[in-house]
């Protein structure tokens, strides 16, 4: 447990940074969010959770060939929860374009979420280890910054939650899932040694994370 102890507090620090510094998410909790980064946001994810199968079978074949069996079997399983949730952001964007027809257009997938996605693919090629992570870094991070994210826009921007139904809809399944992470990280031979590793690894996802939502809000700030 030392080791989800001390990544998760890692992840924690991380929202609170966000939330103090990050434009996009300053925006969600000050009331200033736009209909249209919201739709922006819901987009670029949904376009992220198309790949998570695409890479979770990557990670599987991988950790495979590599003599990683345990590893392997994770990836498995967590394939066969994933598949289709894609389709939970395209009906909240059809939905919000629904709810608001004068919502100006996004500008589509961003290049800092192209490179979220190719980074992602390089971090398996280069160490299936690292993925483990990075679901650990998914599934918590929606946990802890969904619901209080949900209810700010809701409360400051007057957009139902219902809107918006691909992060509460991994918020509630992935609560479920972040536990089982501590257990599994003991399985697949995570060490409390390499921690600062881990950590590392982290820091590069979030750094990646943060580049992505400054990008939503950029054309926002620039035009005020």
């Not at 989800?4 to 940074?17: A, G, K, P, V």
Request: glycine residues 4%; contains cysteine; proline residues 4%.
């Amino acid at each position: 447990m030392e080791i989800y102890h001390n990544l998760t507090h890692h992840i924690q620090n991380y929202f609170r940074s966000l939330k103090k510094s990050n434009r996009f998410y300053q925006r969600i909790f000050d009331g200033s969010l736009t209909v249209t980064e919201l739709s922006s946001f819901l987009q670029n994810v949904s376009f992220l959770t198309a790949h998570t199968p695409q890479h979770l079978t990557l990670a599987r074949d991988l950790a495979s060939t590599q003599g990683y069996p345990v590893l392997a079997a994770y990836f498995a399983e967590k394939l066969g929860e994933e598949v289709g949730h894609d389709q939970w952001g395209h009906d909240d964007v059809k939905a919000l374009k629904e709810r608001f027809p004068q919502m100006v257009a996004g500008p589509g997938i961003l290049p800092e979420m192209r490179a979220f996605i190719a980074s992602n693919e390089a971090m398996i090629r280069r160490n299936p280890f690292d993925y483990f992570i990075y679901v650990l870094y998914a599934e918590y991070f929606t946990v802890l910054a969904g619901p209080a994210s949900l209810n700010a826009i809701e409360r400051n921007s007057r957009i139902p939650q219902s809107m918006m139904t691909i992060i509460g809809k991994h918020a509630e399944l992935d609560q479920h899932h972040v536990a089982e992470w501590a257990e599994a990280a003991v399985r697949v031979g995570l060490t409390v040694d390499h921690c600062a590793d881990y950590c590392r690894v982290l820091d590069g996802i979030m750094e990646r994370y943060w580049q992505f939502c400054t990008a939503l809000s950029q054309p926002h700030e620039q035009a005020a």
